[in-house]
């Protein structure tokens, strides 16, 4: 197989570890071409231990950071080249082996631009394109920028051309082999928008967000030990942007305030990583400053630690109640499923964190500022033993799904 990801482990990125579990479990050789990267030292531990992980052949080209210029939007012109070269060399790396197998992946897009220039040139291949977030459509892209500023207006638009460029999907979809989502919400998000679902049904597979047993990083959550504290921790890693709003949250959060005086002696939120700054005036003015805590983002190890010593996981979910699909899946929900701890899922019916978090019995679930008063009261009186079966999860359950065998 020879896999044109754009980037690849042992960088440390939630699209990375995607392709890997979806990757290593095929009894096949693998050649990897990708961009260079910043490696994670806990990752590459892991991968060094990983036996699975020595069929995979990796060649790097240009830096990711110049190719891919999504916070470094002077760099754009650099950028355009080193895409360009990527996919022309794409083609060259492919034809100097022998593969049945092409695989690329959405993220970043330009995977899937070298995948179209080699299948168009070599349509014996089976091309499996691979997908975890819809870019045709997307929300995201319709942010309202009106009170931002000229520099941030310049860095989304380069991110959104770079990052979140139709084209990328739509070549994929149209003329790949086999099609892989994370979830049917997600799945049926992005095809509906082409003529011929139903032809693109048949080709498409669900491969879902998985954990490896094995690999210490999760056997660690999944060993973690019951808490039970006095005051309750309740905590959300991840970023705060877009459509995942908290303003129901928060007016919750400030009315049961008034209605519980003693509030934040029974429980205490705490939000790592990016939060807008709106936000964070309501918080200010809300009077909420001691039981929505702010901090800064945190590495992944500590994000494990944090979690393993919380009560509580919160999921900010992206929220668009007046669509029929939402089709974004946070992958933090593999690992808060596996600590197996009271969640509190700030979700809209229509998606599929709303249905997972249901299917595995959670019912402090919903959007509604009513609906999130009476989950955080339940929460904090709730002393249940939390238990289900993890075998959805677990990333060897799906080694057929890519090769038909």
Known sequence: MFVVPGSFVPYNDTVTLLNYKRLRDLDLDIDVFCFRAK?????????????????????????????????????????????????LDSLKEFEKGSYKYLFTSIAPGIGHIAGNLIKKKHPEVEWIASFSDPFKGSPYKKE????????????????????????????????????????????DFTLKQYPDYEKLLEKSVIYPLTYIPDWKMYSDL??????????????????LYGLRKIDSFLEALRELNEEIPDLK???????????????????????????????????????????????????????????????????????YLMLKKPILGICD?????????????????????????????????????????????????????IIDK
């Not at 959104?160 to 989502?181: G, H, M, P, S, T």
């Not at 630690?305 to 007046?322: G, N, Q, R």
């Open 265 to 335: 002696e029974k429980i205490v939120f705490h939000q790592y990583s990016e939060i807008q700054p709106d936000d964070v005036k309501k918080i200010n003015g809300y009077g909420l400053k001691e039981l929505f805590i702010l901090h800064d983002k945190v590495t992944y190890l500590e994000s494990v630690k944090i979690m393993k010593e919380a009560d509580v996981l919160v999921l900010f979910d992206t929220l668009m109640p007046e669509a029929e699909i939402q089709p974004y899946l946070p992958s933090k929900i593999v690992e």
């Open 144 to 187: 309202d920028l009106s009170n931002r500023s000229i520099f941030y207006k310049i860095a989304f638009n380069v991110g959104a051309y770079c990052l979140y460029n139709d084209r990328y999907e739509e070549l994929a979809v149209k003329n790949a082999d086999k099609q892989i989502f994370i979830c049917e919400e997600q799945r």
């Open 349 to 401: 019916d229509n998606s599929p964190s709303y249905r997972i978090l249901k299917e595995y019995g959670f019912e402090t679930v919903g959007s509604k500022k009513e609906v999130i008063k009476k989950n955080i009261i339940s929460l904090i009186g709730d002393e249940r033993k939390i238990d289900y079966s993890l075998e959805k999860l677990n990333n060897d359950t799906y080694d057929k799904l």
């Open 39 to 87: 490696e994670d030292p806990s990752l590459k531990e892991e991968l060094e231990k990983d036996e699975k992980f020595r069929k995979f052949h990796i060649r790097y080209t240009s830096d990711l950071d110049w190719a891919i210029p999504r916070n470094y939007p002077l760099r754009l012109p650099v950028g355009l080249i080193l895409m360009n070269r990527y996919v």
């Open 222 to 239: 999944l060993n973690t030990k019951k808490v039970s504290h006095q005051k309750k921790t309740a905590v959300h890693l991840g970023r």
